[in-house]
């Protein structure tokens, strides 16, 4: 693989393969999280709703600052904000799994999130800039496929790592993969032509767009813990209404907005960005859910829970290609429409889990789970880009990617508050339809109570002991019941992405290389 000389264009499918390099990384590190989440819990005192603080640590920098990057983008160069962010992210990722406290853990899992935010949209639009028109579904196909490969050995990789070494083993073993990506897309990739049309950076639109997202988040995640008319809460959600207002008055009113207002009247990129949001609403939220229902309701190991989530992956590896074809051939609304279906058809079919479940009936629906996420990531993507200008590709893909991200988190921060919510709910009303005089209590306790005795425990200790195992199956069967519930929920804004996609807008082909053609005439005019 030789660099490419200035004036020449590498070939399309290095630039494929070497940016893909850190969207593999960025997928392992995630995937491998939720795992581990459980073994971070322990060593750092974390709680059930205090522990999602992990993901969106991660998600609120990441999405809130993608507009800033891919702004940065097109007017500084995609290859060296790119190179930066991969830089940024390994070093971050490496002093995760160094970290002393839980204080650090976040702290380095924001700036882990501000590197990932430089170059994960700055790549998608590489990638972009390197296929023709009527290639770039596939290629879109191609590189989320790659990417989800990334995921892939999350579980795999990440589950082993966790049960047999140390979690921080998960975020130390990336430097070197990272190491050899940085060194491709120095010497390889060549720099994106740049975009001197505006040269300020709307610094405090983006300072705004953090503050409202942030405050956001946290009313959601903290608000029925602190109670939502507490003054905290109140503060905040001052903060976020003053914060947007501020940002969507600025970027208005400016000649260089972070965000380009008028991007908002495209009607196809409006769709896609609100099928994105609620998809990875749904997604997050599920994923966040699945990987403890394993652990913690059917007492997977973490290698165990890791290798169950492959046959999601591998379902969505192997047809995202399937999906970029399909939006090159029919447009994205349908593959689109049909992959948020069968997504949210899935999600509703896990409310029936129980702690007997067995496994074949987690894979069968992780199977489809995986392709309503291939029919519908790469035709989104597609669909939100093909109408944009070249010149607005990068600052469209970090508002496409931030309405993507800002809805996985607050999916997340909804789904984990809501578990402890109606875990304590379920627990209460089988607290109460459970009265210890009656004679079926009676005859569970007396049952508890002969198996402890036989096991060699005196009968007035095996009676204790009976009672509290009585109290964990409550616990436990609240605790299903409760997932039950926000799998319904993540189902229900599933089911709403399918309304939102009835907006996009298949663009025909005639269009779309005419299009093409008037903006490549503007290149070479420039």
Same mark, same amino acid.
């Given at each position: 693989m030789k660099a490419a000389t200035v004036g020449e264009q590498p070939n399309k499918y290095y630039v494929l393969f070497i940016v893909s390099l850190g969207t593999v990384l960025s997928g392992y590190v995630s995937s491998s999280l939720d795992i581990a989440l459980s073994n971070i819990m322990n060593t750092f005192g974390f709680t059930m709703d205090t522990v999602t603080w992990v993901l969106l640590s991660y998600m609120i920098?990441?999405? %809130? +600052? &993608?507009? *800033?990057m891919g702004k940065l983008g097109d007017q500084f160069g995609r290859k060296k904000m790119y190179v930066s962010g991969l830089v940024m992210f390994t070093i971050a990722t490496m002093m995760v799994g160094l970290s002393w406290s #839980? $204080? +650090? $853990? *976040? !702290?380095f899992r924001i700036l882990q999130g501000i590197g990932a935010a430089m170059f994960f949209p700055n790549a998608m639009t590489l990638v972009a800039d390197a296929f023709p028109p009527n290639e770039r579904g596939q290629a879109m196909g191609m590189w989320g496929a790659l990417a989800a490969s990334g995921a892939a050995l999350g579980p795999t990789i990440g589950g082993y790592i966790v049960e047999y070494l140390n979690w921080r083993m998960l975020f130390n073993s990336i430097v070197p993969i990272a190491a050899i990506g940085i060194v491709l897309a120095i010497t390889v990739l060549q720099e994106s032509e740049l975009n001197h049309t505006s040269a300020k950076i709307d610094y405090f639109g983006g300072l705004m767009l953090v503050s409202s997202l942030s405050s956001l988040i946290i009313i959601l995640n903290r608000g029925a813990k602190e109670g939502w008319m507490s003054l905290y809460i109140v503060s905040l959600f001052i903060i976020m209404i003053f914060s947007m207002v501020a940002f969507l008055y600025v970027e208005s009113r400016i000649k260089d907005p972070l965000v380009d207002i008028s991007l908002f009247k495209n009607s196809t990129f409006v769709a896609a960005n609100i099928v994105g949001f609620l998809t990875f609403m749904a997604l997050m939220g599920g994923l966040f859910l699945i990987p403890f229902f394993l652990r913690n309701i059917l007492g997977y190991t973490p290698i165990h829970a890791g290798l169950s989530l492959i046959p999601l992956i591998a379902s969505m590896i192997l047809l995202a290609p399937l999906g970029g074809k399909l939006a090159d051939k029919a447009g994205g609304k349908t593959p689109t429409m049909l992959?948020? &279906?069968? =997504? #949210? !058809? +899935?999600l509703y079919s896990f409310h029936t889990? +129980? %702690?007997d479940t067995s496994y074949p009936f987690i894979a069968i629906r992780l199977i489809f789970m995986g392709i309503g996420l291939a029919l519908t990531m790469s035709p989104l993507s597609n669909a939100a880009m093909a109408t944009l200008p070249k010149e607005k590709l990068g600052v469209g893909a970090g508002v496409f990617n931030l309405f993507k991200n800002v809805g996985g988190s607050v999916g997340i921060a909804i789904l984990g508050t809501l578990l402890d919510q109606? /875990? !304590?709910?379920? %627990? /209460? $009303? =089988?607290?109460?339809y459970i009265d210890i005089s009656s004679s079926m209590a009676q005859q569970a306790i007396a049952g508890i109570q002969a198996g402890l005795i036989q096991s060699g425990m005196q009968s007035s200790q095996a009676y204790t002991a009976a009672l509290i195992v009585l109290q964990g199956m409550v616990t436990k069967q609240a605790a299903v019941m409760a997932y039950s519930d926000l799998f319904k929920i993540a189902a229900l804004l599933a089911s709403l992405g399918v309304i939102a996609a009835i907006m996009i807008r298949n663009i025909p082909k005639d269009d779309e290389r005419k299009s093409s053609a008037i903006r490549e005439e503007k290149d070479l005019v420039a």
């Open positions: 920098p990441y999405g %809130a +600052t &993608l507009p *800033i #839980s $204080v +650090t $853990v *976040i !702290i992959g948020m &279906l069968i =997504l #949210s !058809i +899935t889990m +129980t %702690a109606r /875990q !304590i709910f379920h %627990a /209460q $009303v =089988l607290s109460n």
